[in-house]
């Protein structure tokens, strides 16, 4: 699964349960989106004047800080922040909250990849009638184009996760191996790593339906097309034949460590260089520094390599966007926390504590891009990928049941990377299960 | 009927307002315990069968589709799949834990072991160890990386398969299992033969008989009905596997497929793929193939029994 957040592990033991015993706020608010713009930050305005208390489900901890600020900024507010689980474990929450009508939060953290799924059972409040849409342009490319997938606004970017070349600068010295540019380099490189040491290998890879559309993505590939219910699903385009040809040669010649991410085993690979890179998101730079501080000065950044020579295009990777739940019964305060923490000062503080944001502003800010990390000797990492943001290839779609196809990626596709199986043959596999469930929740796909 | 009660037959209005006092009172006793029943056991599988006879989607809310659901688990190949997957687990696993079960009961009824008492406990602690903990000590010592088969690996300088590849990511599984429940069937086994009169083994003294004898003529005998029920809880716990599963899927993804066991198969359908009404379908068809089953293990054991 595709894992936006850098802290999301370290999250894992701090979880906190009882999602569904969230007290509702008794308070009164405007509940009802007014249609204009004006009339609805003079709403939310109104409703931060008049206070109340909000609960907000996320699972990013630099959100404390925003919450914090944000309740000394506006003293008659409440935040509730609570941590309901990570991922897919917080969308059954919201799910079942949702499907019961009782103890829906105001504010939920989605990733982008979950998004679509929400916004089509018309669970996200659209926040068009906040002039949301009007944030055109605040946001790189990416990002916008996931929340505003399918027409409307259903939840503003947090943070993204445009791709990049993270690897181990003293393992890559020492044998003497180039920086790939292009994906053939980088399976090249891959050889002769683990040539030059068997125990080394140049990246890890078990199956992780999040890279794997990631590299579709940036090859070119569009296998979901989705217009309101009707869906296309087809791995055999150019661009998903193309990324499945290179990888195949990389699982065939066992040159991808079988290690799974977030696994014990694979920090400790990065720690001692026998993983050498990762070709990642963006906030892969904040859990560096934080998990695998013994690599400290070892790992610098280069661009995400090519499916063409001399070409620029990337992808994104994960990452997380707040949207307010229809049911919210204080939707006003909810979008006046949102704007804050989104597009307000609420980045400044998010920036401070590593995320790495979604806003051109702070991208093309030369202070942020001219930050330079110890922990990447010197390396000024945030031009790479700020670069990377702005160049994230147009145009993709993610499936309004993307969380369940990524939740069988591992009993299709994945079976390449333990049997005989091709990886053409998953995707085929992958495709059809997923059409077959779309089609049972009364979808149409491929029809 | 009581002899009290008047001969005339003009008293059958009495009669009647007597009997329906009478079924009053006895509600008012059993009515607590009713009502605790009839929320704790029965609610629950009304309410799957309630669901199970829907269909709720994405795109067009929820319909009532009859037996739809029965039918599409009747063809559905991953729900076989898993079923006779735990069904293997079944014939192969549970016979080798109550063999082993069974074999340490009888070393320590024998009298003969020394230091009895710590084995009754060292063999019964891993049972204290819950399945959790135990699934994740294991899955770290199964790791070729760094786990203890890979340390086994560098030391030895050999290649030990890994047992978390998909062929042998069941018996490796097996095995946790074993571990986890021979300590619990052998106090079953050792509880039954405590209570076998030592008169029965001086009578055996006495006829001289051997050892093997004893346990083959008195002891085995003696525990059947023990055996019975220890095979019953087991084909019950291989039919609802899930624990183990469920935690080694995060180290070996590719071998634990989401369908690996039938209840590991309910819970991805209800909880990534919010097909409750499906998944609820699969809950009571597995309850009732279980419950067959276990009818037919209790039948054939008393039958023998008697």
Same mark, same amino acid.
């Given at each position: 699964?595709?894992?936006?957040?850098?802290?999301?592990?370290?999250?894992?033991?701090?979880?906190?349960?009882?999602?569904?015993?969230?007290?509702?706020?008794?308070?009164?608010?405007?509940?009802?989106?007014?249609?204009?713009?004006?009339?609805?930050?003079?709403?939310?305005?109104?409703?931060?004047?008049?206070?109340?208390?909000?609960?907000?489900?996320?699972?990013?901890?630099?959100?404390?800080?925003?919450?914090?600020?944000?309740?000394?900024?506006?003293?008659?507010?409440?935040?509730?922040?609570?941590?309901?689980?990570?991922?897919?474990?917080?969308?059954?929450?919201?799910?079942?909250?949702?499907?019961?009508?009782?103890?829906?939060?105001?504010?939920?953290?989605?990733?982008?990849?979950?998004?679509?799924?929400?916004?089509?059972?018309?669970?996200?409040?659209?926040?068009?009638?906040?002039?949301?849409?009007?944030?055109?342009?605040?946001?790189?490319?990416?990002?916008?184009?996931?929340?505003?997938?399918?027409?409307?606004?259903?939840?503003?970017?947090?943070?993204?996760?445009?791709?990049?070349?993270?690897?181990?600068?003293?393992?890559?010295?020492?044998?003497?191996?180039?920086?790939?540019?292009?994906?053939?380099?980088?399976?090249?490189?891959?050889?002769?790593?683990?040539?030059?040491?068997?125990?080394?290998?140049?990246?890890?890879?078990?199956?992780?339906?999040?890279?794997?559309?990631?590299?579709?993505?940036?090859?070119?590939?569009?296998?979901?097309?989705?217009?309101?219910?009707?869906?296309?699903?087809?791995?055999?385009?150019?661009?998903?034949?193309?990324?499945?040809?290179?990888?195949?040669?990389?699982?065939?010649?066992?040159?991808?460590?079988?290690?799974?991410?977030?696994?014990?085993?694979?920090?400790?690979?990065?720690?001692?260089?026998?993983?050498?890179?990762?070709?990642?998101?963006?906030?892969?730079?904040?859990?560096?520094?934080?998990?695998?501080?013994?690599?400290?000065?070892?790992?610098?950044?280069?661009?995400?390599?090519?499916?063409?020579?001399?070409?620029?295009?990337?992808?994104?990777?994960?990452?997380?966007?707040?949207?307010?739940?229809?049911?919210?019964?204080?939707?006003?305060?909810?979008?006046?926390?949102?704007?804050?923490?989104?597009?307000?000062?609420?980045?400044?503080?998010?920036?401070?504590?590593?995320?790495?944001?979604?806003?051109?502003?702070?991208?093309?800010?030369?202070?942020?891009?001219?930050?330079?990390?110890?922990?990447?000797?010197?390396?000024?990492?945030?031009?790479?990928?700020?670069?990377?943001?702005?160049?994230?290839?147009?145009?993709?779609?993610?499936?309004?049941?993307?969380?369940?196809?990524?939740?069988?990626?591992?009993?299709?596709?994945?079976?390449?990377?333990?049997?005989?199986?091709?990886?053409?043959?998953?995707?085929?596999?992958?495709?059809?299960?997923?059409?077959?469930?779309?089609?049972?929740?009364?979808?149409?796909?491929?029809? | 009927?009581?002899?009290?009660?008047?001969?005339?037959?003009?008293?059958?209005?009495?009669?009647?307002?007597?009997?329906?006092?009478?079924?009053?009172?006895?509600?008012?006793?059993?009515?607590?315990?009713?009502?605790?029943?009839?929320?704790?056991?029965?609610?629950?599988?009304?309410?799957?069968?309630?669901?199970?006879?829907?269909?709720?989607?994405?795109?067009?809310?929820?319909?009532?589709?009859?037996?739809?659901?029965?039918?599409?688990?009747?063809?559905?190949?991953?729900?076989?799949?898993?079923? /006779?997957?735990?069904?293997?687990? @079944?014939?192969?696993?549970? #016979?080798?834990? !109550?063999?082993?079960? =069974?074999?340490? %009961?009888?070393?320590?009824?024998?009298?003969?072991?020394?230091?009895?008492?710590?084995?009754?406990?060292?063999?019964?602690?891993?049972?204290?160890?819950?399945?959790?903990?135990?699934?994740?000590?294991?899955?770290?010592?199964?790791?070729?990386?760094?786990?203890?088969? /890979?340390?086994?690996?560098?030391? @030895?300088?050999?290649?030990? #398969?890994?047992? !978390?590849?998909?062929? =042998?990511?069941? %018996?490796?599984?097996?095995?946790?299992?074993?571990?986890?429940?021979?300590?619990?069937?052998?106090?079953?086994?050792?509880?039954?033969?405590?209570?076998?009169?030592?008169?029965?083994?001086?009578?055996?003294?006495?006829?001289?008989?051997?050892?093997?004898?004893?346990? /083959?003529?008195?002891?085995?005998?003696?525990?059947?009905?023990?055996?019975?029920?220890?095979?019953?809880?087991?084909?019950?716990?291989?039919?609802?596997?899930?624990?183990?599963?469920?935690?080694?899927?995060?180290?070996?993804?590719?071998?634990?497929?989401?369908?690996?066991?039938?209840?590991?198969?309910?819970?991805?359908?209800?909880?990534?793929?919010?097909?409750?009404?499906?998944?609820?379908?699969?809950?009571?068809?597995?309850?009732?193939?279980?419950?067959?089953?276990?009818?037919?293990?209790?039948?054939?054991?008393?039958?023998?029994?008697?």
């Amino acid at each position: 699964m595709a894992r936006s957040t850098p802290w999301r592990r370290a999250l894992t033991a701090t979880l906190t349960a009882g999602a569904l015993a969230v007290p509702l706020a008794a308070c009164s608010g405007g509940a009802d989106a007014p249609a204009d713009s004006g009339e609805a930050t003079a709403d939310a305005a109104s409703a931060l004047e008049e206070g109340g208390e909000i609960t907000v489900w996320a699972w990013d901890p630099t959100l404390e800080s925003v919450a914090k600020d944000f309740e000394a900024e506006h003293p008659n507010v409440t935040v509730n922040l609570e941590n309901v689980g990570t991922g897919n474990d917080q969308y059954t929450a919201l799910q079942n909250a949702i499907a019961a009508g009782d103890g829906v939060p105001d504010v939920a953290q989605i990733e982008f990849y979950a998004l679509p799924q929400f916004a089509l059972s018309d669970a996200l409040t659209d926040l068009t009638a906040y002039g949301a849409d009007q944030l055109d342009g605040t946001f790189t490319p990416g990002p916008w184009g996931a929340v505003t997938q399918g027409g409307g606004v259903h939840a503003l970017p947090t943070d993204s996760g445009p791709m990049a070349l993270f690897y181990n600068k003293r393992v890559f010295d020492k044998y003497d191996i180039e920086v790939p540019t292009t994906w053939d380099e980088y399976v090249e490189a891959a050889r002769k790593l683990h040539e030059a040491d068997p125990k080394a290998y140049l990246t890890n890879d078990v199956g992780d339906a999040g890279f794997t559309t990631s590299l579709i993505w940036q090859a070119g590939g569009r296998p979901y097309q989705v217009d309101g219910t009707d869906v296309t699903i087809d791995f055999t385009d150019a661009g998903s034949q193309q990324f499945a040809d290179t990888w195949q040669t990389m699982i065939d010649d066992e040159l991808v460590a079988p290690v799974g991410s977030w696994s014990d085993e694979w920090y400790q690979g990065l720690s001692d260089g026998s993983i050498a890179s990762l070709v990642i998101g963006a906030w892969m730079r904040g859990n560096l520094e934080s998990s695998v501080p013994d690599a400290s000065g070892d790992w610098a950044v280069a661009p995400m390599p090519q499916w063409e020579d001399g070409g620029q295009a990337t992808a994104e990777n994960g990452g997380s966007s707040l949207a307010v739940p229809a049911a919210s019964e204080n939707a006003d305060l909810a979008w006046a926390f949102l704007e804050y923490a989104t597009v307000g000062d609420g980045i400044a503080t998010r920036v401070d504590e590593g995320a790495f944001p979604a806003t051109t502003a702070e991208l093309e800010d030369p202070e942020f891009r001219e930050q330079e990390f110890e922990y990447f000797g010197g390396q000024k990492v945030n031009e790479v990928l700020a670069d990377s943001a702005s160049q994230v290839a147009e145009g993709w779609q993610y499936l309004p049941f993307q969380v369940y196809a990524n939740s069988i990626f591992n009993d299709t596709v994945g079976q390449a990377y333990v049997s005989g199986t091709t990886l053409t043959d998953g995707l085929a596999a992958w495709q059809e299960q997923s059409a077959t469930f779309g089609n049972d929740q009364g979808f149409a796909v491929n029809q | 009927m009581t002899t009290t009660s008047p001969p005339t037959t003009a008293s059958t209005p009495t009669v009647v307002h007597r009997r329906s006092r009478r079924r009053w009172t006895g509600w008012m006793f059993v009515g607590p315990f009713m009502a605790v029943f009839a929320l704790v056991f029965l609610a629950p599988i009304v309410y799957s069968l309630y669901l199970s006879v829907f269909r709720t989607q994405m795109v067009g809310g929820t319909t009532f589709v009859g037996l739809d659901n029965y039918a599409r688990a009747m063809s559905d190949p991953q729900f076989w799949e898993g079923l /006779g997957r735990v069904s293997l687990f @079944l014939v192969v696993q549970v #016979p080798i834990m !109550l063999g082993i079960a =069974l074999l340490v %009961a009888l070393a320590i009824d024998s009298g003969r072991l020394y230091g009895k008492s710590f084995f009754r406990i060292s063999i019964f602690m891993p049972y204290a160890v819950p399945a959790v903990v135990a699934s994740l000590m294991w899955g770290f010592m199964y790791g070729t990386r760094f786990g203890l088969v /890979g340390n086994l690996n560098e030391a @030895l300088g050999i290649s030990l #398969p890994d047992p !978390l590849s998909p062929g =042998l990511v069941l %018996a490796s599984i097996g095995n946790i299992v074993t571990w986890e429940f021979v300590g619990y069937n052998m106090l079953i086994f050792y509880a039954a033969l405590r209570v076998v009169p030592h008169s029965l083994y001086e009578a055996a003294e006495i006829d001289g008989a051997g050892q093997w004898r004893v346990i /083959g003529a008195i002891k085995l005998p003696a525990i059947r009905g023990a055996l019975v029920i220890a095979t019953i809880f087991s084909i019950i716990g291989s039919f609802q596997l899930f624990n183990e599963p469920s935690i080694l899927q995060s180290l070996a993804p590719n071998a634990i497929t989401t369908a690996f066991t039938p209840n590991l198969y309910a819970y991805s359908l209800s909880f990534s793929g919010q097909q409750y009404n499906y998944s609820a379908t699969v809950a009571i068809i597995m309850g009732l193939i279980t419950m067959v089953i276990a009818y037919v293990v209790q039948l054939r054991g008393m039958r023998k029994e008697a």
